[in-house]
């Protein structure tokens, strides 16, 4: 079972998750660890290479596990997080472990081993959408369900240890450091001023224009003020919504269309880059809804994380946010 | 100029480095970023090819960037930080800014292009910590000194632009989050306990011995308990010491040492592996000296940092600390 250390100086809690544990072997030709001519689990027909499903799309008369799925939702066959209700913290000396209680998921884009949410026809990005709200609802009323992450690691550069299109569903027991900053942060904000940060981030974004790629009926997308990494770029409902989930029909739809037509910039604007993408939004149970705004952040990966990143966790951005705005305004759709 | 520029919801700065900036084309096919070809400026006889030198060891007579140094340390051509006397924080609308007011330098390993901290003699590896204690103790005396950051990135994957063996020195007008959290650990759990939190944590590491590596006079070499990536590995020295500058002439001897045979562990076990290292040390001025005890950590870079590490700043370790400890003793040096 995967399991949680602390840190006993920060009190960060670190996943060691054996059951992804590698021997030392592996990592001297890391070439090697690309599955070389194996059969994509993602693709159709390899249904069976998975573990059994948690959620599929397909027609209503057909099995489960069957072809003929439009999204589809697995546990990850090597889990960081795995259901195993045991809460209990464990002491001995001077630290403290748990079990990495939780679930980690894959949800599989679509059949197509070659496309993306860049290149599927728009109502296949709002499947997968749907697939994330199920998902997240689900995860939500399990007892684990305290923090709920849902990322995309695309392309090795990122990540990604299979390049069929796929993101991943993390559930977890507990906040953590970054989220509950932001959270933190947020409450400060609303405590402060009596209004959403997000909110007024939105509003003078729209206003000075210089860092703005796009805006829709319901959303706006820019290159953040303080961007963490090149061409990072946000997806955030103009209007004030903090959890994720609770967006309606309308919005999914809109949703689908710009988060599909931004990551199309990057598609064309870098030639398929690696990217990574996160969904940041109201926890579980979380009461102060006014002060937070859920989000959407791609981050290309360009860079490397090296050791000033490592030692400070303070980020250097070689690329003007403006300018990184300008350049993905100007790709052609 | 960098600028330093504060994350509105967080309060974390983040350094925008014009001067590093690249434009777009520049990311899409990376690998003609690779200096193809071109003369290595740390190579011995291309001194002309850097900024002049703020610091080498070279036999008295010889004027300064000339030949026949050993160690020599030069500010880095693109710098994070930059010397320009101006500390205002200029606040437009919800954002902040300021200058990146400090000092970024490299510290050119030796002068032959193919050799490493692994695989030069001990004396020179000695020279090397004498040159960051040199430079530390100029850095502190400077007004921007507020805290200093020695690290090294070996290796493409971990984010060197440069093969010839370098350490960077950043001097900045601020602590970061990590060290912040970090200092604030550990005075809380002296503050509770009466004891160094490190001391503590050697004398647990030696007494169990599971995840040591490694123990001389000065000296104890270990993966820590909640290490953050595979193989991470900790030098600290045994007895009680907050501040790394401070150390003593034998001491360095030792570390050099102990520092060389570390390295050569990873250089051995995993051929020459992509790595960071850096020194996490009291801050210039820091009062609680009791609670601080400085460390060096070393991190082959085997994984990338992913979406989900990315959204919430918790760490994934897939390689279990007792395997990984167990792994580095074993290699014959």
Redesign the interface.
């Known amino acids: 079972m995967p399991e949680l ?14 059951e ?3 021997r ?1 072997d592996d ?4 070439g090697k660890n690309q599955a070389a001519g194996g059969a994509c689990p993602f693709d159709y027909g390899n249904e069976a290479l998975t573990p059994p499903e948690t959620l599929a799309f397909r027609p209503d008369d057909l099995p489960p596990n069957s072809p003929d799925w439009t999204v589809r939702v697995v546990p990850n066959k090597f889990p ?1 997080f795995a259901p195993h209700n045991d809460e209990q913290i464990r002491v001995s ?3 403290s472990s748990r079990s990495a209680y939780g679930a980690h998921e894959v949800v599989i884009h679509g059949p197509d081993h070659n496309l993306s949410l860049a290149t599927y026809p728009v109502e296949q990005v709002k499947e997968v959408l749907r697939a994330y709200k199920y998902r997240y609802n689900y995860h939500k009323s399990q007892p684990y369900g305290r923090y709920i ?1 849902i ?3 695309h392309g ?5 240890s299979l390049e069929h299109s796929h993101s ?1 569903i ?1 559930a977890i027991p507990l906040i ?4 509950k ?2 959270l933190r ?2 409450a400060d ?1 609303y405590a402060d001023k009596g209004r959403c ?2 909110c ?2 939105i509003a ?1 974004e729209i206003e ?1 224009g210089s860092r703005m790629i796009e805006k829709t009926a319901n959303f706006a997308v820019f290159v ?5 990494l ?2 990072e770029t946000w997806i955030l409902p103009i209007t004030h919504r903090p959890q994720f989930e609770e967006i309606s029909e309308a919005e999914y739809s809109d949703l689908a269309e710009i988060l599909r037509r931004t990551l199309r910039r990057f598609y064309y ?3 398929d ?1 690696p990217f ?5 939004t109201s926890p579980p149970g979380y009461t102060k809804l006014e002060s937070y705004h859920w989000h959407m ?1 791609i ?10 990143e ?12 403006e ?2 705005a300008q ?1 993905l305004r100007s790709i052609r759709l």
């Open positions: 250390r602390q840190d006993p100086v920060t009190k960060h809690w670190v996943v060691v998750a054996k992804r544990s590698r030392p990592f001297i030709h890391k960081a000396g001077m630290y992450q990322i995309i690691n090795k550069e990122a990540g990604a991943q993390f953590p450091e970054l989220p900053e932001q942060g947020a904000y940060v997000y007024d981030m003078a000075t953040p003020y303080a961007a963490i090149p061409f604007g870098f030639e880059p990574n993408m996160y969904i940041h952040s981050i290309p990966k360009f860079t490397r994380i090296a050791g000033f490592l030692s400070t966790a303070m980020w250097i951005d070689v690329t003007i946010p300018d990184a350049f």
